[in-house]
């Protein structure tokens, strides 16, 4: 079964003082936060988790986490 959650969009700021990330996600029927790290040589790796939780269904609770890393 698939189910759609609809788009969501982010905003965020990467630390100064080290390599991490944080922020937060907005949609139509749900909002939630993000927070990661670069890593690696050259911080050529990424990893985050998020969550969204549902703001007119109050069921909606959505996790999971990330990553990456640079071709």
């Not at 079964?1 to 982010?10: A, R, W």
């Not at 990893?47 to 986490?65: E, H, I, K, P, R």
Request: charged share 5%; aromatic share 14%; no cysteine.
């Amino acid at each position: 079964m698939v189910t759609s959650f609809g788009n969501f969009n982010g905003t965020g700021t990467i630390s100064s003082s080290g390599p991490g990330f944080t922020g937060t996600l907005s949609g139509s029927n749900a909002s939630g936060a993000f927070s990661g790290a670069f890593f690696g040589p050259r911080g050529i790796e990424a990893g985050y988790t998020f969550f969204l939780n549902g703001s007119t269904d109050t069921t909606l609770s959505v996790q999971g986490a990330l990553f990456g890393k640079k071709n």
